[in-house]
């Protein structure tokens, strides 16, 4: 139905999980409670009825290569912390990348699976909404794409405060369309 639509998760990984879902969460992300993840697979879920290819684009980085030198270090490569969190339904056909930065298109891998794929338009939903979130779809505007979505209430940041100041700005700039998860699903409507 929607072969040129792509749907990204951003950084659904185990650093990230809440604690009281995996006690050894680096950055915890308590903002992700039981609506948001509910929220997070049924978005999944839609995408995969309607043959949407889902993604999922995770942090891994290397000791002491973080873009901001005051940031917890965290997701090193190789680590039970870069692993999906065991809540989120990761349908067979996904695809997974590794990302070394705020910034998941800059992925190789990924932005040839977009043209391979002739992708034009893109869901993205996941944490932390104004870091990896935000970096990757301005990451893809800057690379010429234009219909770039943002699923509010199946998104999370470290910092609350955060996340609704980033929805707020690109609201306010109109950078990206902001969707909720609902009419998504029940309209088909994220453009």
Known sequence: MYKETILIVIDLINAFSPIE???????????????RRKNINNVINWAQKNHILTTFICDSHFPNQFENSKEIPHA???????????????????????KHTYNGSKNEEFIKLLKDHHVNSFIILGTSTGACVYKTATGLKKKGFQDICIVEDACADYFPDRHYLTINKILGDKLFNIVFSNELIMNNNFF
């Not at 879902?21 to 609506?35: A, F, G, N, R, T």
Request: proline share 5%; no cysteine; hydrophobic share 40%.
């Open 21 to 35: 879902l995996y006690k050894l969460s680096e950055m915890p992300v308590e903002q992700l409670d039981l609506k």
């Open 76 to 98: 090193l490569v190789g680590s039970e912390q870069t692993q999906i969190m065991s809540w989120v339904n990761v349908p067979k056909d996904s695809k997974i990348f590794q």
